[in-house]
């Protein structure tokens, strides 16, 4: 099977910062492609934060670009999402999202976790 497991989430002041990680595992992973974050507040559509490939490069919603940093550490099959300058409009489940082939087939496969409330308090 696959997991994908989030942690770091909670409740910040605005202006403050918070780091969520989110790690894979499972006995059916062979290679994982892109990972990312989204998220979705009471109401809203689901909107993705950031994004990141195997090889690094990273992209960003223009709600969070500069205030936001996405990274990962391919050794240990985990990503992180340093949230900077926090606003009560970024308050919301956050969840981590990858493409993964698996082990049987070899086909990408998207896989998401169970997601980390974020809330940003005024």
């Not at 099977?1 to 894979?24: K, P």
């Not at 009471?42 to 919603?61: M, N």
């Not at 496969?109 to 169970?114: E, N, T």
Request: a positive charge; proline letters at 3%; charged letters at 15%.
């Amino acid at each position: 099977q696959v997991q994908l497991v989030e942690s770091g989430g909670g409740l910040v002041q605005a202006g403050g910062s918070l780091t969520l990680s989110c790690a894979a595992s499972g006995s059916r992973i062979f290679s994982i492609n892109a990972m990312g974050w989204y998220r979705q507040a009471p109401g809203k559509p689901r909107e993705l934060v950031a994004r990141i490939t195997t090889d690094g490069r990273a992209s960003y919603s223009d709600s969070v670009k500069g205030r936001f940093t996405i990274s990962r550490d391919n050794a240990i099959n985990t990503i992180y999402l340093q949230m900077n300058s926090l606003k009560p409009a970024d308050t919301a489940v956050y969840s981590c999202n990858a493409v993964i082939n698996e082990m049987a087939t070899l086909l990408p496969k998207m896989h998401w976790g169970q997601g980390t409330q974020v809330t940003v308090s005024s």
